[in-house]
């Protein structure tokens, strides 16, 4: 098992001052995955966040901060971006108690 580290403290030390923390770490963590995926399809369909951002109506620089950042993007956008590289997003609902692998 690995060691207690700085991030251990951070998320126990914020989990004391709000108890819905490990949930909003969560949520980011599932927000930053679909963000890498994203990324990653673009990479593999050879096109430049250039190419992207300009089907989008967008900046290079957006497209960057969006893939490179823990931001908090507009359904629209990742909805707009997946349609640019041929996917779409699907969204459900999972009860809380069902923690996903």
């Known amino acids: 098992m690995p060691e ?5 403290e951070l998320i126990e030390e914020r989990t004391e001052r709000n108890p819905d ?3 909003l770490v969560d949520a980011a ?3 930053r ?3 890498a995926a994203l990324a990653d399809r673009r990479r593999q369909a050879e096109q430049s966040q250039t190419a992207v951002a300009a089907a989008m109506q967008s900046s290079q620089s957006s497209i960057a901060r969006l893939e490179t950042s823990a931001t908090d ?3 629209s ?11 779409r997003v699907e969204y459900r609902l999972v009860p809380e108690d069902q923690a996903a692998a």
């Open 4 to 8: 207690h580290d700085f991030l251990d």
């Open 21 to 23: 923390f490990p949930s």
């Open 29 to 31: 963590q599932r927000r």
């Open 33 to 35: 995955a679909l963000l």
């Open 73 to 75: 993007a507009r359904l």
């Open 77 to 87: 956008t990742l909805d707009r971006y997946a349609h640019v590289l041929g996917c």
